[in-house]
């Protein structure tokens, strides 16, 4: 099974900034998504966790680099030393360039200010001296030394440099610069960029006045940063009390583009594929709601009648604990943008009206993007229910809502279990999150029966695991469905076994994507499951693996040498849960993902497809008939669960799409206890697995795993009791 490093880890740990966090987080998920999922890593995390398995890039923010000298000196150094020259990269931008250099030198002989820091580090990426501020008057917590320093790119220091700006103005604020760079080529030191106007501090010898310098290491390599090239304009608030502000950022829009390309640069420089795109995330869209039978939209309607509020202006809401929806009639649409307005307006964060009027207003609306930090939760979503009809293809021109409600009634002929779940759908081109809508939202959520489903063709904050967070590109298959499962079922049918049901119904319903359960065109598809909740494929551009210690039965012979292979899997999709307890049942959101034509950042359904089906010229995935095929899959192994629990043959099916059979596991909390994967139990769903001794025999003991919550990966924090 393959592992390819789709993190890119933006540190959120002691010492950092929540400006400098934020603005890191905007600027990598615009230029690296949908290649990488941009995620926060928090201090606890990088210290016990096994992020740097999964991890291209390690990005340390602006901040105070002393706090992460206390923090990580030691223990955390070392995972992040060894982590860059096994192949990863490192990128520390400002306080993050001065804590990846051997030597910090800051405010040398201002000591009565507080600000004199000076001492080595650990990391030493960069082999020298980072010294600042590089300009004179930084103070923490304020913008004061703020500017808009322009820079000299070493285009020579780029393999392809066609895009690449001469010059360009970046923010800075306090970062310094590296010392003698020019200087230190024997030692892998090429400097990127250099500060063009003169420094208040000695830049050292050679003359480069270094902003930006890279060093590989290893198999990977550094970037640290004087200034902030990730900071964007549009994310810089007024500060008409600051002398100039405003033209700093005149500047920095001015050259943003610039700016952007330069750091695609530094990202390709790292060994990162960069999205040369449009780097803009999309606007939140309309919301349709139907149903197979339109009717049934009034119904539905009419059950949320406790829920709806009707404002001064006789606008509809539902004000959601998350989320707030404004209900569209299709009669009445040209009245609605005077109350999205005021909604809108009245989110707006500003230090005074005169600010308030010179900030962007957002209308989810309007299909174009707008830049810049948003509030996602406080922007207004407007449901369009369609009473009368299916939702026109110009209406969602992503979606085609009679392929959907059509390939629904087509797959019930061969599920006599499959019925309801579906008919009523929510749909929007780009949400939030479709799990976040429903799940977030208990007002609304409370009112929803069993099969609702909530499908997207773009997330912009889909959920995973923890605190994962990323933009789901078009070409996903993206939807959540309701299941409220009665708890008084919670013994004989534990409710932990409906992610199981799902992760059933994704493969079953994928290999009988033309209907047939068994035997159909596409039951040959190479498709499995990861434990507890991950959709893997065999990877279409490297089907195998050698492995001397593998079991499969494909091999090779050359040279006299016998080379055993195995699949090579990567990662197609997910599962994401969200459980609750309310009246007397449980309150269940199951989230889908699974990539169909999109081929980053792993691969997808299509491309499986095209290389292992045994039968030529089958017809593509749609994302309307996927979702109807899951859903109606999904909708018949949990009736089959509430006549008989997760039986033996609903266990043994559970074995046949999964990737674990005798895998052999290292329980690290435990001393180093060694254990080979049976099953999983049938009362929580935990994995069975037995002890095996030093001699490799089964010592007679057996265990539940279950994780201890990891977030990078569960099979690195198992913990086990016994049975």
């Given at each position: ?6 993190n ?32 926060p ?9 096994p ?10 923010p ?20 060894s ?21 910090c ?16 580090r ?6 020298g ?15 004061a ?9 070493n ?10 700006p ?11 610069v ?8 024997d ?10 106007e003169?420094?208040?501090?000695d ?13 590989k290491?290893g198999?990977?390599?550094?970037i ?10 549009v ?7 600051i002398?100039?502000?405003d033209k ?45 039978d ?5 119904g ?9 509020t ?10 959601g ?70 939702p ?25 279990d ?33 099969g ?41 049918h ?6 199981y ?91 889908v ?21 045994q ?25 089959d ?21 005798n ?17 999983i ?22 265990w ?8 990078f ?11």
């Amino acid at each position: 099974m393959s592992t390819r490093k789709l993190n890119v880890l933006v540190y959120t740990g002691t010492g950092t900034t929540v400006a400098s966090v934020r603005q890191c987080l905007f600027t990598l998920r615009r230029l690296l998504s949908p290649n990488y999922a941009i995620i926060p890593l928090t201090e606890s995390a990088l210290l016990k966790e096994p992020w740097s398995s999964t991890a291209a890039l390690l990005v340390i923010p602006g901040g105070a680099d002393t706090n992460y000298c206390r923090v990580l000196n030691g223990h955390g150094n070392r995972i992040i030393d060894s982590f860059v020259r096994r192949g990863g990269a490192y990128l520390g931008f400002c306080a993050g360039g001065y804590y990846g250099s051997a030597r910090c030198e800051f405010e040398v002989g201002h000591s009565d200010t507080g600000m004199e820091v000076v001492g080595s580090r650990e990391l030493a990426f960069f082999p020298g001296t980072c010294r600042g501020g590089a300009f004179a008057g930084f103070r923490y917590a304020s913008e004061a030394g703020a500017r808009a320093a322009k820079l000299q790119v070493n285009k020579d220091a780029f393999p392809s440099n066609q895009e690449i700006p001469d010059t360009f103005r970046s923010y800075y604020n306090g970062g310094g610069v590296f010392v003698d760079a020019a200087l230190l080529k024997d030692k892998g030191v090429e400097v990127l960029a250099s500060y063009e106007e003169e420094l208040n501090v000695d830049g050292g010898e050679g003359g480069a006045k270094a902003a930006l310098v890279y060093r590989k290491l290893g198999f990977g390599g550094a970037i640290v940063t004087g200034p902030h090239p990730e900071f964007s304009a549009v994310n810089l608030e007024p500060h008409p009390n600051i002398k100039d502000y405003d033209k700093l950022i005149a500047a920095m829009e001015e050259d943003d583009q610039l700016r952007i390309n330069f750091l695609k640069a530094c990202l390709e420089k790292l060994g990162l594929d960069a999205n040369h795109q449009n780097p803009s995330i999309p606007s939140l869209s309309k919301l349709h709601l139907s149903a197979r039978d339109p009717q049934d939209v009034g119904g539905l309607l009419a059950s949320l009648t406790e829920v709806i509020t009707t404002d001064e202006n006789g606008e509809e809401l539902i004000k959601g604990e998350n989320d707030t929806f404004l209900i569209e009639h299709q009669d009445s649409r040209w009245s609605v943008n005077d109350v999205r307005t005021a909604l809108e307006n009245a989110h707006i964060s500003t230090e005074d009206d005169h600010n308030a009027a010179k900030k962007p207003k957002y209308d989810a609306g309007q299909a174009a993007a707008v830049d810049g930090l948003i509030d996602y939760n406080k922007v207004l979503k407007t449901i369009v229910p369609h009473e009368q009809g299916w939702p026109e293809p110009k209406e969602t021109p992503y979606f085609n809502h009679a392929d959907y409600y059509s390939s629904l009634k087509e797959f019930r002929r061969h599920e006599t279990d499959a019925y309801e779940w579906g008919d009523v759908l929510l749909y929007g081109e780009a949400v939030t999150s479709t799990n976040t809508l429903l799940e977030k939202n208990h007002k609304l959520l409370s009112h929803l029966s069993t099969g609702f489903t909530a499908a997207a063709t773009t997330q912009i904050a889909g959920r995973g695991r923890g605190t994962n967070v990323w933009l789901a590109p078009p070409g996903c298959t993206i939807f959540s469905t309701v299941v409220n499962h009665p708890a008084h079922l919670g013994q004989s049918h534990p409710v932990v076994f409906i992610q199981y049901l799902m992760a059933i119904a994704i493969v079953e319903g994928i290999k009988s994507y033309d209907g047939r359960l068994k035997g159909g065109a596409y039951a040959d598809l190479p498709v499995k499951l990861k434990w507890p909740n991950d959709v893997y494929a065999q990877d279409p551009e490297n089907p195998w693996t050698e492995d001397s210690t593998s079991t499969s039965t494909s091999s090779s012979t050359a040279n006299g040498y016998n080379r055993q292979r195995k699949p090579n899997y990567v990662k197609i999709g997910g599962i994401l849960t969200n459980c609750a307890y309310s009246a007397g049942q449980y309150q269940t959101v199951v989230g889908v993902g699974v990539n169909t034509t999109n081929g980053k950042p792993t691969t997808s359904l299509d491309a499986v497809l095209a290389k292992f089906s045994q039968r030529h010229n089958l017809p593509p995935f749609r994302s309307e008939r996927l979702v109807a095929r899951l859903v109606t899959r999904f909708e018949a192994l949990y009736r089959d669960f509430l006549r008989n629990g997760f039986s033996r043959d609903m266990e043994e099916r559970y074995y046949d799409t999964w990737l674990h059979s005798n895998q052999i596991v290292t329980l690290e909390a435990e001393g180093g206890v060694t254990a080979k994967v049976v099953g999983i139990t049938r009362d929580w769903g935990l994995l069975r697995a037995q002890e095996i001794g030093p001699d490799g025999r089964a010592t007679g003991k057996i265990w539940a795993l279950q994780s201890d919550e990891n977030s990078f990966d569960f099979w690195k924090g198992l913990v086990k009791r016994k049975i």
